[in-house]
């Protein structure tokens, strides 16, 4: 065998342990999509009071700062004018919006095998988030993060099979300007995964060219709006109840082309919205239905994830929070509430406070994302490599919380009741034969089937594990991180595509 033989045969090696890493068994004791709801943190009065005055708040406060354009559309589906400079939205508007909203939708993955439908009872944990540092995985410490950063996230997050979609999770801060910051970061994307893909706009003008863009990797002219693989995410509302005229310039192109929106209230607990939790969750039901009333009045049942991200302050000292028990409750309730109603929920959990990849991050991402898992959102945002109050972004978190997303899903799939699982006839067998169930028929054809073994999780006994280096997680998942980095490069775009692409764009990314 020659050198350059034997030099390819271990890197093809390296590659298929990789890819059997990265992919699920055979039999997938806990898939992506799971059915939430179990967790109902909200009683059918409570809905109904935090429903009731969401519709108050709209009725008689309505919302302000409305754009020309869209006071227009709003005037004419029927709300009011107070001639105060606010538009009031009768409850019957709103729950006509509620009636004709789109319930279920598909969110296409560029491969369609990768495609998700939004909506119903279904759990799928994705990203988020818009860290400006990136938890170095040399030093250990934060740094500004940057474009190859990026880069290097959207091709990590590729392997993992428990992220579901991909929205960018880190801003490129050596990017400083907005157009080419943003049509770097959808180059990102495209070239980096299939998944279903999420970035956002900063201003309408941007929106067109990034869209000629999604129609290079389409295959053509008008290709990506016939089968949308990346939505939008805008928050066209300001709390409290106000509209944001960029943003909602921004809905309109997206809707021009058939963008999938996510449209995100993102109120702070004491800050923008009231600290008690009930008074916070009917401001931030109202302005995520001002968001859907506006999506109405452009084009009825279009496709909108209702994303009432409830976030919590440290009324101390003004400083955000993310993995606190009040965001974990306001979360699971917000996804309550959307669910009730039978709209798409969206939510935001896993957001650790922890700077570390310690025992707050693991305590502060598990119960959030749980909370939330359980609730039923149908997309929780935010729930993958998130740290330092969404200040931050990891690799290791990447991979670790893709371990705990496998979890979460297996105690969502619950136990299932069958005259088989029972094992009336496997318990005779053991206690009148061998005295014990180990290499039984019952007990290998559950071994699979039921349960989830992890790859970074240690389940060695203590001698075993000092013998083996007494590693840590974040040790574990340094190690895993770099192994992904180090040999997933994907090429999802053709060399003539990513041709295209740079002779009409300022692709700041190095070619191949």
């Known amino acids: 065998m020659t050198e350059a033989e034997h030099s390819g045969r271990k890197r093809g090696g390296r590659r298929e342990r990789l890819a059997a890493r990265a992919a699920k068994p055979v039999i997938d004791p806990c898939p992506p999509g799971q059915i939430g709801g179990q967790y109902r943190p909200l009683s059918d009065a409570d809905l109904n009071n935090i429903y009731s005055t969401a519709l108050r708040l709209l009725s008689e406060l309505g919302m302000g700062e409305v754009p020309a354009r869209l006071e227009a559309d709003l005037l004419r589906i029927g709300a009011v004018d107070n001639g105060a400079g606010r538009l009031l939205f009768p409850s019957a508007l709103v729950e006509d919006a ?52 990026l880069h290097d996230f959207t091709r990590l997050q590729d392997t993992l099979a428990n992220v579901s979609w991909y929205t960018r999770c880190c801003v490129a801060t050596d990017v400083p300007d907005n157009f080419d910051l943003d049509t770097n970061t959808a180059y990102a994307l495209l070239k980096n995964t299939t998944k279903p893909t999420a970035t956002s706009f900063t201003l309408a003008d941007y929106v067109d060219p990034i869209v000629e863009m999604l129609d290079i990797a389409a295959g053509g002219e008008g290709e990506f709006s016939k089968r949308p693989f990346m939505k939008a995410h805008i928050s066209p509302v300001i709390s409290p109840l106000r509209y944001g005229e960029d943003a909602v310039d921004v809905v309109y192109q997206c809707i021009r082309h058939n963008i999938p929106m996510s449209c995100i209230t993102a109120a702070q607990a004491g800050a923008t919205a009231p600290a008690t939790l009930a008074g916070f969750l009917a401001q931030s039901l109202a302005e995520t239905l001002a968001s859907l009333v506006m999506v109405h009045a452009i084009k009825p049942g279009y496709p909108m994830v209702f994303s009432n991200w409830p976030l919590v302050i440290d009324l101390r000292t003004g400083a955000f929070i993310g993995g606190s028990g009040e965001t974990a409750v306001l979360n699971a309730a917000s996804a309550q509430l959307s669910n009730w109603l039978g709209l798409p929920s969206g939510v935001a959990s896993s957001m650790s406070d922890a700077k570390a990849i310690d025992a707050q991050y693991g305590m502060e991402k598990g119960i959030t994302s749980m909370a939330a898992a359980l609730a039923g959102g149908n997309l929780i945002y935010e729930s993958s490599g998130m740290t330092a109050s969404l200040l931050g972004a990891s690799f290791e978190a990447f991979v670790l919380d893709d371990e705990m997303h496998s979890n979460t899903y ?103």
């Open 98 to 149: 509620i009636d004709k909203a789109a319930k279920r939708f598909v969110l296409h993955g560029r491969d369609e095998d990768r495609s998700i439908e939004v909506g119903g009872d279904r759990v799928y944990f994705g990203t988020g988030g818009a860290a400006v540092q990136t938890l170095d995985l040399d030093s250990g410490l934060y740094r500004p993060s940057t474009l190859a950063d």
């Open 410 to 512: 297996r105690a969502l799939r619950g136990v299932e009741v069958s005259e088989e699982n029972l094992g009336f006839e496997a318990i005779c067998e053991a206690v009148l034969g061998e005295g014990h169930f180990l290499g039984g028929a019952h007990t290998l054809a559950a071994m699979e089937r039921d349960y989830f073994y992890p790859n970074l999780a240690n389940r060695d006994e203590p001698r075993t594990w000092a013998e083996s280096g007494a590693q840590d997680a974040w040790t574990t998942a340094k190690l895993r991180a770099r192994e992904i980095l180090t040999n997933h490069h994907p090429a999802y775009l053709s060399e003539k595509q990513d041709r295209r692409i740079r002779e009409q764009f300022k692709i700041l990314f190095p070619p191949a």
